[in-house]
């Protein structure tokens, strides 16, 4: 993913060697299909977080692969052909909407770190 969100967080039109990405930039690597879970501030808005699962969860409280495939095709954008791609590459089967709020909030990392520290005792 690098290799995708260097170029566009350059200072430059040449190219980092080493992919880096310029951070005081990272407003100009905005997905192209994005969600808009996070405002302008890079803060989660629960109501439009809530508004995906109200929308395609289909009364659940998790997505499976055809609703995720669902979200995807609902929110995808005509010329983001990476994303496309990228997207189809990253579902594997149900993800809970806790566990996804975990990821946009970082929760999910910690929680992860302690169930494999849980794990090796």
């Known amino acids: 993913m690098a290799?995708?969100?260097s170029y566009a967080t350059q200072t430059s039109w040449l190219p980092?060697?080493?992919f880096a990405?310029?951070?005081?930039?990272?407003h100009s690597n905005r997905h192209g299909?994005?969600?808009?879970?996070?405002d302008l501030n890079a803060d989660i808005d629960m109501r439009r977080f809530d508004a995906i699962f109200d929308k395609y969860a289909e009364?659940?409280?998790y997505l499976t692969i055809r609703t995720l495939y669902n979200v995807w095709a609902g929110q995808c954008c005509a010329n983001d052909w990476f994303g496309w791609f990228a997207g189809a590459l990253e579902c594997d089967g149900r993800m809970k909407k806790i566990d996804i709020l975990g990821v946009f909030d970082g929760g999910i990392f910690s929680k992860?770190?302690?169930e494999r520290v849980m794990a090796r005792i």
């Open 16 to 18: 980092h060697p080493l």
């Open 112 to 114: 992860i770190a302690n």
């Open 33 to 38: 299909s994005t969600t808009t879970v996070y």
């Open 59 to 61: 009364g659940k409280s």
């Open 3 to 5: 290799i995708c969100s």
């Open 21 to 26: 990405i310029n951070i005081d930039n990272i």
